[in-house]
Structures are given as C-alpha cells and as structure tokens.
C-alpha cells in the first residue's frame, strides 16, 4: 500500500499525458479539467460486496419490470402503487416510446447506482441512473496505471480483477445486437464532457466510435459510412447522447448530434438502442420514492437496500413534514443532475428558507426531501499531504444483457471540500479507486 500512495502523483500525471480528462460547460464556456485521483482505495470486504450485488440485481430488475410496464399495459398505476403525476408528468417520460419493445425487451442494459454508507454501517440508494450514466472508465484506466507504478500492491491484496468491464459490455451488446450487425459507440464528440469514457469504452469493447453523421437510416436500417463512404449495417448502438437529441425528426428538430429517422428503426425492431429511451421516467428523483414498492409489487420481494429517507411534498402528510422542518432537511429539484438543484437546509439563511417553502408549495412535484445522511468519511491525502477524510460515496454499475450483473469495482467519488457532501466530478470532486475484497 505504501508503494500505492507514493505513485498518486505520477498515476495522476499519466492519466493527464492519456487525456483522462472530463468537460464542463459553464456560463457558456467549455472547460475541460482533470478528475483528480487518489490513491488511498475504499475496500469493500467481500460478505458486504455480495449483499451489495443481491440488492442492485433485485433493484434494477423491478426497475427493468416498471420500464415495460409504464411504456405498455400500466398495472403499477391502475393498481395505484405510483400515482399517474409521476410518470406521465415526469421529464424523463416519452410518450413517443409508448407500445415500443426495446430489443430482448431490456431498458436499463447500463444502470449507475449511486449508494452511500451510513456510519452505522448500513448501506443506503441515493440515486437510480438509468439514461446514460458514465464513469466506469475512470476507475478502469486508475487501476490499469497503477498496476504498472505499483505491481507490488496487488500481489499482496486479494482484489478483484476490475479489467472485465469492457467484456461485460460486449457480451451484453452482442446480445443486444441479435446479429444485426456491428455494434457502435455514438458519441456527440470531443466537446462533450465523457469523451474520453466514450473513446475508451469503444477501444476496450472493440465497438466502432461513431460521430454524428457518421450514422444514416434506409429503409429502415442503421447503417455506419466508413473512411471511404463503404456502409455497414449496425446492429446495435450504445448511445451517448441525450434522448431528445438523438433523432431530429422525433425530437429536437435543431439536434445536429442524431441520426433522422433512428426511431422509425428502433421502433421497427432493426437496431438496439442502449440504453432504451424514455429510460428517464424511471430515474426522476421523484419516481425513486416508489422503487422500494416497484420491488414489492413487481417481484414479491422485499427491498435488500433501502433508500435514504425521503419525503415527497406531494403527499399531505410528508407536505407537512417538510414545510415545519425545512431547516433540517436536503431539499432535491427531481429534473436537476450532477450534483446541482441539491439545497441544503441547514446552509440557508431565514429568507432563502421561506423562499424555498414557497416554491415547494407551488410547486409540490418538483420537489422531494431527504433527511441528512451522515455518511461514512474516507481519508484522501490532502494538499499537504496528509491523510484528511472526506465525504464519499459509490456509483456501482449494473449490466443486463442474457442475465443482470454487477461489475466487482465501481466509482468512488469524493469531496475535495473538508465541508461539502456534494461529491459530484462537475462540483469539483475527485475519485478514487473501488477494490472489491476476495476474501
């Protein structure tokens, strides 16, 4: 571990020289930064690591079973387990999706769940991403660095092997695929703010990296225009690009980052898309309340890993409970991602705290609330170089092709601030690596 820790400096310098960097747009302006590593790894012990991977697999199942359900016959609404103001209401919904079965009828193939563990020891859900969550590749190229700077340190700890992400991908769009055709990668391009994640996953599954424009539809059928206009027929697509930018005559009719026509094609059954669109109805902060009842209802089981305790001022009762006790609580806009639209009680003043009442009183679907997590800290080695601990939590990533599993690593992220629970990479935050014990 020792050799671990004095590599972090270099390990950080390598992974600049190979362009493992990540973009943020703000105020108009594209900032591309590093996404600072550290080398003090979280150990997940191996008996925690299997009730870890029972929890996510029964989750994202039922969370799987709710997809098909609200895009085709609706029973968890008609049955009232999720009321209709938050699936037809949500953002993430697509009525342009409804009747339409993915390929194998898999939504979710890439869901990123967001966990943290509580001082108790219990581990908590905070967060379902089920649209186009990334990170995995940041963990994999850390751990392939300093296996070359530090060898030593994994001869001596029982870690499991992370090097299978890229093999579990292919395998799962490979099945997607149905043997269509070549499975590709879509990225928006190099100003998108995952680009290296893109570019790395298509090395490492052998998937050809697609631009926009690169991809055409005929008669029905997604083809890929090579180097020398030649076409290829693709059988699936791993797509990173926003569901209402992918097809300009469906969606966004000014998206220059699509392919026209590519849901005449997906509807027709003759591409996969992954993951599926319309997937946003399931991860929508407000739908997350109900995935606890998802699971009773679609699978008869009860929850292995519970949520974070929260409250939706939909209904009267937690209504109440949040108006009297706002101060307290961390208050979440459900439409908000990475890390922004997250208001914590405690840190405002009087005024911005009746301001706040007043817009959860407008506008009460907006909103949820949680009760503050203490969660776990782990040390990071600070700017002086010592040991300092900081807030983390953990985004493990499921796959769902032929059957659902969970990678044996995932992305810790910390805050770089000694004061923040905010964690995000666009808030500044930095990673470290997951090792997942053997024994």
Known sequence: MKDLLKCRDSVNRWMERYGVRFGVYK???????????????????????????????????????????????????????????????????????????????????????????????????????????????????????????????????????????????KEMMDYINEGRGINVILTPGRYNSAFFEHSYLAEQTGATLAFPGDLIVEDGNVYFIGLYKEKVRVGAIYRRVSDEYLDPLAFEPTSLLGVPNLMEAYRAGNVGVINALGNGVADDKGIYYFVPKMIRYYLEEEPILQNAPTYLPFFKEDFEYIINNVEKLVIKDVAEAGGYGVMFGRDMTPERLEEVKNLIIKEPRRWIAQEVVDFIDLDIIDETGNPSPRKCDLRAFVITGKETKVWKSGLTRFSRNPNSFVVNSSQGGGFKDTWVMEK
């Open 27 to 169: 105020n108009g302006v594209f900032n591309e930064q590093l996404f600072p590593f550290d080398a003090i790894p979280r150990q997940i012990p191996a008996d925690e690591w299997k009730m870890l991977e029972k929890g996510l697999i029964q989750r994202v199942k039922a969370l799987n079973m709710f997809l098909y359900d609200i895009y085709h016959s609706k029973r968890i609404v008609t049955d009232g387990v999720v009321p209709k103001e938050f699936t037809y209401e949500s953002k993430g919904y697509m009525p342009e999706c409804e009747g339409i079965t993915p390929s194998r009828g898999i939504y979710s193939h890439i869901s990123g769940i967001d966990l943290v563990q509580a001082k108790d020891g219990r581990w908590l859900i905070l967060e379902d991403n089920l649209r186009i969550p990334s990170g995995a590749s940041y963990p994999m190229i850390a751990r392939k660095v300093t296996r070359k700077a530090a060898p030593q340190t994994f001869r001596d700890n029982l870690v499991a092997d992370n090097r299978n992400y890229g093999d579990m991908l």
